[in-house]
């Protein structure tokens, strides 16, 4: 069992920057995919970017160029770095792990954390 802790959500201005971690304990956290979603109020939950165990990484064109991921596989964690953010990027954030690069990918991990908010003031 992998257990995921999503933290570094808050307030901030549009044009700001956040970092969001995901800190992973249990299993073999280090050999799986790991992606984050999020979900806007009314609205589906959506793709956001996603790094497999090797450090390849996959964005949706919304957050591309502005967003990064990366890992620290000594600390079992996931960081999407945040840059230049829009009130259109206010959601819960999601980080989700699987062995499956592209059953991460499509949402159905089998691993989720509760979530961090992010809001984004214009």
């Known amino acids: 069992q992998v257990q995921l802790v999503e933290s570094g959500g808050r307030l901030v201005q549009a044009g700001g920057s956040l970092r969001l971690s995901c800190a992973a304990s249990?299993?073999?956290?280090?050999?799986?995919?790991v992606g984050w979603f999020r979900q806007a109020p009314g609205k589906e939950r959506e793709f956001v970017a996603t790094i497999t165990w090797s450090g390849g990484s996959t964005y949706s064109d919304s957050v591309k160029g502005r967003f990064s991921i990366s890992r620290d596989h000594a600390k079992n964690t996931v960081s999407l770095q945040m840059n230049n953010l829009k009130p259109e990027d206010t959601a819960v954030y999601y980080c989700t792990a699987d062995p499956s690069f592209d059953t991460v990918v499509a949402g159905a991990g089998a691993y989720w954390g509760q979530g961090t908010q992010v809001s984004v003031s214009s």
């Open positions: 249990g299993g073999t956290f280090s050999l799986y995919a």
